[in-house]
């Protein structure tokens, strides 16, 4: 974890957000005292991947055919 002053911080900021990006992450200091975390963002990709399946899943639960589901229809393909 690197350690920047503000000064460094203000005149730098660019640069230290491509490396935050890059996944490092960079303590602001004051008078060599930490006051500040810049950490990557969370991504968000993984977790709307998350909630599509469980949407998936909770629609496949009721789903039939003329009364076949779709795990019979699944295992009916797999003979």
Do not use: Y
Request: hydrophobic fraction near 40%; proline fraction near 4%; glycine fraction near 8%.
């Amino acid at each position: 974890m690197r350690h920047v002053g503000i000064f460094e911080a203000k005149t730098h900021l660019s640069q230290l957000l491509d490396a935050v990006e890059a996944g490092e992450e960079i303590v602001v200091t004051r008078r060599g005292k930490p006051i500040a975390h810049i950490v990557p963002a969370p991504d968000d990709r993984r977790e709307k991947a998350k909630e599509a399946v469980a949407r998936i899943r909770a629609l496949r639960k009721g789903l039939t055919l003329d009364g076949v589901t779709v795990k019979e229809l699944i295992e009916d393909g797999r003979t």
